[in-house]
């Protein structure tokens, strides 16, 4: 009788240790279906980020430079490449807040200050406005987050004024002069 009731209990043990093994495998398959979802989004950005890059061509410094200084004088060719400039930017900032937010921050450099130094200056916010008044959905999760990054930027010149700081710095020629 008591070997009986021994199968009885190692049986039902058993059960358990199969459900219990059920549930840690389909815990793992999830979070491997998410891991993958993640690489996907990663991959696809990077993609976006590598497009925008190839059409600012070989040296967009002084386009940027320029939209900083005057961005009223920026051709349509210059415009686009300062377009593919910021939209490097979201693109970037956008990966860093999805993982961030899954938990995988890459490194430390804070969302916030990546973009207030992208869009601290006149044209690129400008610019935000513009492309999120042209259909962007800005009620996405992530829209809202940089638009308020992006909309606390106060300084309009904070940007050129980092620059202007390094030349006064290094003692060399004004920006305005490059």
């Known amino acids: ?23 840690l495998v389909g815990i793992q ?3 491997d279906t998410e891991l993958t979802r993640i690489q996907i ?14 059409l600012m ?11 900083l200084t005057h961005p ?14 910021l939209l490097s930017a979201v693109n970037e900032a956008r990966l860093r807040l999805v993982l ?7 490194d430390s450099t804070e969302e916030e200050n ?11 916010q400008e610019w935000w406005k513009q492309f999120i008044s042209n259909g962007e959905d800005i009620k996405n999760e992530h829209n809202i987050e940089l638009d308020r990054i992006i909309g606390s930027a106060e300084n309009t010149d904070m940007t050129l004024d980092f620059f202007r700081s390094l030349v006064n710095r290094l003692n060399i020629k004004s920006v305005e002069e490059y």
């Open 1 to 23: 009788m008591d070997m009986d009731k021994l199968n009885q209990w190692l049986l039902v043990a058993s059960h358990l240790g199969i459900i219990a093994g059920l549930i």
């Open 29 to 31: 398959i999830n979070q």
């Open 41 to 54: 989004f990663s991959d696809n950005t990077a993609s976006r980020i590598q497009m925008h890059e190839a």
């Open 57 to 67: 061509g070989d040296n967009p410094a002084p386009i940027v430079m320029k939209s």
């Open 72 to 85: 009223e004088e920026l051709s349509l060719g210059e415009l686009r490449v300062m377009d593919a400039y």
């Open 100 to 106: 961030a937010q899954k938990g995988l921050r890459v």
């Open 114 to 124: 990546l973009l207030l130094f992208y869009f601290g200056n006149r044209f690129a």
